[in-house]
């Protein structure tokens, strides 16, 4: 990884570091994540390499791009384009209370379906939706990110993962220890709906226990009435309890909300 340098560190869990990295002749910005496979286990180690693999094969307009990856003694270096537009997290903070325009909303919500699509039609899941691993391009492009490595870089365990800070975006089925399925990522899509609608979290509380029964409940403040009734009922029918009734992703796309949108976005039909 000799012909990048690094600018500054992004990001830094108990596996490893993330950096945004020059290359020196092209001068174009990535992220590096810098991965100690020293303190994994085989079976750990192995993950890493498959999660490589699984990342290698994704090509999407709005799924982040794997460029390359190396190993050197027990280091995993990966190279990953590199979003300048920051994330949605930020730009719902940066909102500082005004709402977005429902268009605004779905445009985002669109790019994210297809790019969950895109996974889902592999058999790959995401397992860590949210909207600090959706990122933006200069000019505005939704790309989703952070497949798994995220997890690499935090901890390899859910348990370990749902401490590390609050767990807003996990469905019943994960907080009721069940098993987690394609279902699990639409319901983490429908809370970063609900964020963009509302600029909250769908699901919060002063303490993990309360916030599991919120989630199980399914209980959540209603969305300001600016917004059309097809948007309230489609986050409800995000947040079905049972995984079953909640709709694929390519259902959610079906949908007329979406459709209207979704020709700007796409040529042929999904």
Not at 144 to 167: H, Q, Y
Not at 179 to 198: A, H, Q
Request: charged share 25%; with cysteine.
């Amino acid at each position: 990884m000799e012909k990048y340098k690094t600018l500054k560190k992004i990001g830094e869990g108990s596996f490893g570091s993330a950096f945004v990295v020059k290359h020196k002749i092209s001068e174009k910005c990535f992220v590096m994540k810098e991965i100690n496979m020293k303190k994994m286990s085989n079976k750990e180690q192995e993950e890493a390499r498959k999660e490589v693999t699984c990342l290698a094969k994704l090509n999407h307009q709005n799924i982040v791009s794997y460029i390359e990856h190396s190993e050197v003694s027990s280091m995993l270096f990966i190279i990953m384009d590199y979003c300048e537009g920051g994330d949605l997290h930020n730009k719902i903070v940066a909102q500082k209370g005004v709402l977005f325009s429902q268009n605004q909303i779905l445009d985002w919500f669109i790019q994210l379906c297809l790019a969950v699509k895109h996974i889902h039609d592999q058999k790959i899941l995401h397992r860590d939706i949210k909207s600090q691993n959706i990122f933006l391009t200069k000019q505005g492009v939704i790309k989703l990110g952070d497949f798994g490595i995220a997890k690499l870089l935090n901890s390899t365990s859910e348990l370990a993962r749902t401490c590390i800070g609050t767990p807003y975006y996990l469905s019943p089925e994960i907080v009721e220890n069940k098993p987690y399925n394609n279902k699990s990522d639409i319901w983490s899509m429908g809370c970063v709906l609900y964020e963009l609608t509302t600029l909250k979290h769908a699901f919060e509380a002063e303490s993990l226990k309360v916030l599991v029964m919120k989630i199980v409940r399914g209980s959540y403040p209603p969305i300001n009435q600016r917004y059309s009734l097809d948007l309230k009922n489609l986050i409800a029918h995000i947040f079905k309890k049972d995984p079953s009734d909640r709709p694929t992703v390519k259902v959610i796309l079906k949908k007329p909300l979406l459709q209207e949108r979704l020709k700007m976005f796409v040529s042929v039909a999904v």
